[in-house]
């Protein structure tokens, strides 16, 4: 299925560079399904104009076998994974990582990105993060950015901001560049964690490949928020080839 979504503005979010050859048409390709409660449908078709307005044909695909096409998967510049918990088949989970080595960039937000595809480690190694809890309902929390990456082009201009959504306790890979965090708020169900200091926002490599992670976004309203939308918006065109 190809998009052809009107294309939107972004809030405050001119998209950063990249590393994209600007003599040939970019592709995108969006994946989404999994669990309802995170609005995979409402929440890409929102991203879907962004990408066309950035440029890019975008392939929106709901099914995890679009990673099974090698030659498809080749072509394509940039992944949106918005698939929240369900399974990937190792074949599936080969041809997305494949890819990424290869130079295909993947971006996502929340559990679409790090609560996807709980039993398969390759697919965490990719990502660089899993979610592991977060407190009841949502919580007030304040998101700041870190000081070394405050020139990164994904948060470059952006200041500290409070959004109310569910906060993610998310265990990492050490390789992370991390460019914005919050500190955890006091949680009854899982006493000793107020205060400490949990990735929000992301980059890593895996191979040629660049990936970009932001832990909010549950709901359709968190995209409202300007500094969350221009770090999707700038993440997406970071990661892409």
Not at 29 to 58: A, F, K, N
Request: with cysteine.
């Amino acid at each position: 299925m190809t998009s052809s979504s009107t294309p939107s503005s972004s809030a405050g979010s001119a998209p950063a560079s990249g590393h994209l050859d600007p003599s040939r048409p970019r592709r995108a390709l969006v994946v989404r399904g999994g669990w309802d409660g995170h609005v995979p449908v409402e929440s890409t078709d929102r991203i879907v104009p962004q990408l066309e307005q950035d440029g890019y044909t975008v392939t929106v695909s709901d099914t995890l076998d679009a990673y099974l096409d090698k030659e498809a998967m080749a072509a394509t510049d940039l992944v949106v994974n918005c698939w929240t918990m369900g399974e990937i088949t190792d074949d599936q989970a080969k041809g997305l990582a494949g890819a990424v080595a290869a130079g295909t960039g993947l971006a996502g937000w929340h559990g679409g990105i790090v609560d996807a595809f709980r039993a398969t480690p390759l697919y965490h190694f990719v990502t660089g993060g899993q979610f592991v809890h977060h407190p009841r309902g949502f919580v007030e929390h304040e998101v700041t950015f870190v000081p070394e990456a405050v020139d990164h082009p994904i948060v470059a201009g952006l200041e500290p901001f409070t959004i109310t959504t569910e906060q993610y306790y998310v265990h990492t890979d050490p390789s992370n560049e991390v460019l914005a965090v919050t500190d955890y708020v006091d949680d009854p169900d899982v006493p000793g964690l107020v205060g400490r200091r949990m990735p929000v926002t992301w980059t890593r490599t895996w191979g040629a490949g660049n990936v970009f992670v932001t832990t909010l976004g549950h709901k359709m309203d968190d995209f409202d928020v300007p500094e969350l939308d221009a770090m999707i918006r700038r993440g997406m065109a970071w990661a892409s080839r």
